[in-house]
């Protein structure tokens, strides 16, 4: 099992940037990939992006593609999400997410992913 926890989020102007974080801890030498995903008002869990843990590969979702980036520090066990050029629709709570052992891909679906963080909220507004 692995504990997340996330922490960076806050209120940003249309068109700023924020820089997200996860810590990871226990299990993290079982890792396969980690995952940002983000939950708005009232909707599902909708996937941003993924990192393989020990290869490093990236997968995002396109409407971020360009605008945010996953980079990590697997000597910290930390997961980092650089947003930037940040559009209101951006808002939602951000969720860290884990995945252990292995899988075919990064997966885009919720469901795949055994360990989750608490959240950090994203408020994207003028």
């Known amino acids: 099992q692995v504990q997340l926890v996330e922490s960076g989020g806050g209120l940003v102007q249309p068109g700023g940037s924020l820089r997200l974080s996860c810590a990871a801890s226990?299990?993290?030498?079982?890792?396969?990939?980690m995952s940002w995903f983000r939950q708005a008002p009232g909707l599902g869990r909708e996937f941003v992006g993924g990192?393989?843990?020990?290869?490093?590969?990236?997968l995002y979702q396109e409407s971020v593609k360009g605008r945010f980036t996953i980079s990590k520090d697997t000597a910290k066990n930390m997961m980092y999400l650089q947003m930037n050029s940040l559009k209101p629709e951006d808002s939602g709570v951000y969720y860290c997410?884990?995945?252990?052992?292995?899988?075919?891909?990064?997966?885009?679906?919720?469901?795949?992913?055994?360990?989750w963080g608490q959240g950090t909220p994203v408020t994207v507004s003028s």
């Open positions: 990192v393989v843990w020990k290869g490093g590969r990236t």
């Open positions: 226990g299990e993290t030498f079982r890792l396969y990939c």
């Open positions: 997410a884990a995945l252990s052992p292995w899988s075919w891909d990064i997966p885009a679906s919720s469901s795949s992913y055994a360990d």
